[in-house]
């Protein structure tokens, strides 16, 4: 398998506080791999090290295949989760700076910039003040600069986070316009639905540990095929309380419910069509979101 990204037995701690905590994982090139956890479990300081903004206390890092070097930052593209811009200048003049600094020529950094500009609604404000911008065409010209390079390795931190879902949906076409170009993807999020449509590989963390890691379906597969999708008219609180129902996630005439382990659906929907006019019954494979709840969720809730 050819690595984008390789971390063997990493750590890092803050004074007392071990942010990362022994982490293995790899990359591979050509995939969409998220880093997913809850906030605070050592996600933003796995990628800085991945980056070489900050030194492993322990451990290796590799990036497409060896340590980092200036030549191999040129490579990969970085939307930070902080979004740092230059509020004085303009934003054609800052696309400018950044390609200079991955070694680009003005007139191609403009060129490449313009066209992205135009793809990301952008283009009338090229010759606008970054702070004349809305945070969300500041985080958009902030991915431009990400991508000036046409990076064989984009990483994202919290790339969706404070974004409106036109521009969600935006910013998840072009990262699979990016990915089947060639790009390798690595984002962190807390954002489990957007995890779930987008990534290939996930590793979830907590605590500083890989708590999860491998092909989403391989990962989706080890908590067995035990929920039940349900769409009804009707009051459906008592599902909850029904022999054989291990946990409910309630949004009212939906819900997803995760049996125990053994547990027949079949008297689930028995116990229900009485009582409940059901428009939709789908035995599916957890989601992430209940396989994250499940791994982390109830622990952070009594933290």
């Avoid at 807390?190 to 590793?203: G, P």
């Amino acid at each position: 398998m050819d690595v984008a990204v390789s971390l063997r037995g990493v750590t890092k701690a803050f004074g007392d506080f071990r942010a990362v905590d022994g982490i293995d994982l790899e990359v591979p090139r050509g995939d969409v791999f998220g880093l997913l956890g809850p906030n605070g479990a050592g996600k933003t300081t796995t990628i800085r090290m991945i980056l070489d903004i900050l030194r492993p206390d322990t451990g290796e890092v590799r990036v497409l295949g060896e340590k980092l070097t200036d030549d191999l930052k040129n490579r990969i593209g970085y939307l930070p989760e902080e979004r740092g811009l230059y509020r004085k200048m303009k934003v054609v003049e800052m696309l400018e700076f950044s390609g200079a600094i991955k070694g680009l020529s003005p007139v191609a950094a403009r060129k490449a910039g313009l066209v992205w500009l135009d793809r990301l609604d952008l283009g009338a404000w090229k010759d606008k003040k970054v702070e004349e911008l809305s945070k969300g065409m500041q985080q958009k010209a902030q991915f431009v600069s990400a991508v000036l390079m046409k990076p064989d390795l984009l990483i994202l931190d919290e790339p969706f986070s404070g974004m409106d879902p036109v521009n969600q949906d935006l910013f998840k076409d072009v990262i699979v316009e990016l990915n089947r170009s060639g790009t390798t993807i690595l984002f962190s999020t807390h954002q489990m639905d957007t995890a779930e449509k987008l990534c290939k590989r996930i590793a979830l963390i907590d605590r500083g540990k890989v708590a999860e890691t491998g092909l989403l379906t391989e990962v989706k597969a080890r908590y067995g095929k035990n929920s039940v999708l349900m769409e009804f008219d009707g009051d459906g609180s008592f599902l909850g309380s029904l022999p054989g129902v291990a946990r409910v996630d309630d949004y009212g005439q939906y819900q997803e419910i995760r049996l125990v382990d053994g547990a027949d659906p079949q008297e689930l929907l028995l116990a229900s069509v009485g009582r409940l006019r059901i428009r939709r019954f789908e035995i599916v494979s957890p989601t992430l979101h209940n396989i994250f709840i499940e791994r982390v969720g109830g622990e952070h809730a009594h933290a």
